[in-house]
């Protein structure tokens, strides 16, 4: 279950050394924790920089479209950290 998310203006984290303008980390809770594993966090990372549009197929798009719909938003807190 998405528990919340936080924005970050510069990134927390790097790729090879590069760090991005915002990092987005949507936080899950276990429903069943297992193994004193309670949460995970996945980060996007957004850069204005480095941007290409031709780069970003329509595929992309839904792929990016469907897996943020399937994080049903409106159940969540959202928190802005920086």
Known sequence: MTHKFKFRLRSEHTI????????LQIIYIAKNPENNFFYSVVSVLFD???????K???DHVEKIDRFFDSLELKKVK???AN
């Open 16 to 23: 090879e050394g590069q760090d991005f303008d915002v990092e």
């Open 48 to 54: 204005r920089k480095n941007f290409t549009k031709a």
């Open 56 to 58: 970003v197929t329509n």
């Open 78 to 80: 959202n928190e802005t």
